[in-house]
Nanobody
């Protein structure tokens, strides 16, 4: 599975950005796509996941109500719409492909990662 991530950039607090992630190749081995982020000096954290078949989404509490993860017309493309951005959202964002356990919040990342994209939110 190959992941092509795009988007990101520099924005003022309160602004918006959209990230995209397109999966290609042997996508039959995955059922979900996710975004992680890693801020300087911090561990990588899971931000949001989406079941690429039924569109079910899950979010980390810190982004609920501000971020929306959705599928494109092609189910192997997802978009992370980030609104009301805060300086603490500043990080390198990574797209991942893996498995969402149905009916749970559990996401199992597989070793498919997109190139990180920088999101910087200025105060």
């Amino acid at each position: 599975v190959q992941l092509q991530a795009s988007g990101g950039g520099l924005v003022q607090a309160g602004g918006s950005l959209r990230l995209s992630c397109a999966a290609s190749g042997s996508t039959f081995v995955i059922n979900a796509l996710a975004w992680y982020r890693q801020a300087p000096g911090k561990q990588r954290e899971l931000v949001a996941t989406i079941d690429k078949n039924d569109g079910t989404t899950n979010y980390v509490d810190s982004v609920k109500g501000r971020f929306t993860l959705s599928r494109g017309d092609a189910k192997n493309t997802v978009y992370l719409q980030m609104n009301s951005l805060k300086p603490e959202d500043t990080a390198v964002y990574y797209c991942n492909a893996g498995h969402q356990v149905p009916g749970t919040l559990d996401y199992n990342a597989m070793h498919y990662w997109g190139k990180g994209t920088q999101v910087t939110v200025s105060s």
